[in-house]
């Protein structure tokens, strides 16, 4: 069967405000955001942040045809987030990260480990993993393609959002993401009305408080 290629993003998201907050300020927008496990973390330091739709990905016995399946599948802009069963093989490399990038995908968050480490990074694409293997998986089945997975310890559903850079990475539920967003945004904009000496002067009166308690 020929894979449908077609390129076409319909999402009404604007992830571009997703990309203007930090994820740490995601963080404190609890007990709706999710944040992955510290060990996934961005192979090029100082990237960019990425925000976009998920699109789960499960590799399973040592098999990664069904990421290189997906990468026909996935839209431009949508974040690759794959699952893998073990940490003895790397599920993608250089070729596939160049692919990615041609066709649009924003990011690539791997919970498992990824070679051609020089390549990945040439490619210009945004790759999070747990680490570098040189044995590469094989790619004889793709499995069907799951509506989830547990990626860094957190579900992760097709069409949530993801928001990503070197603090780490958030996992924002589809059906909360506008409502996140805006709190997200007024969290933000206080921080950045607060001067230092003004968050001292109450993180001491916070401190003082606690302490005589």
């Not at 990664?64 to 794959?82: E, F, R």
């Not at 680490?131 to 004889?140: N, Q, S, V």
Request: hydrophobic letters at 45%; aromatic letters at 6%.
């Amino acid at each position: 069967m020929k894979l449908n290629t077609n390129t076409t993003n319909k999402s009404t998201t604007d992830y571009k405000l997703f990309r203007e907050i930090c994820p740490t300020i995601f963080a404190d927008v609890k007990p709706t955001v999710q944040a992955m496990a510290f060990d996934i973390r961005p192979i090029v330091p100082k990237i960019d942040r990425i925000a976009g739709p998920a699109f789960p990905v499960q590799c399973s016995d040592g098999d990664i045809l069904s990421l290189h399946k997906a990468v026909y599948l996935a839209k431009p802009g949508d974040v690759l987030v794959v699952k893998s069963d073990a940490n003895n093989y790397a599920v993608l490399g250089g070729n596939f990260a160049m692919l990615a990038k041609k066709r649009g995908i924003a990011a690539i968050i791997v919970d498992g480990v990824i070679r051609d480490l020089d390549e990945v990074r040439a490619s210009g694409i945004a790759v999070f993993s747990k680490g570098i293997f040189p044995i590469a998986g094989t790619r004889k089945h793709a499995s069907e393609f799951p509506t989830s997975v547990v990626c860094g310890g957190i579900t992760v559903n097709r069409g949530d959002v993801i928001v990503a850079d070197e603090e780490g990475v958030i996992v924002i539920a589809q059906s909360k993401a506008q409502e996140v967003l805006q709190q997200a945004q007024m969290r933000a904009e206080k921080e950045q009305q607060q001067s230092f000496e003004a968050w001292e002067s109450a993180h001491r009166q916070l401190v003082e408080s606690a302490w005589n308690q």
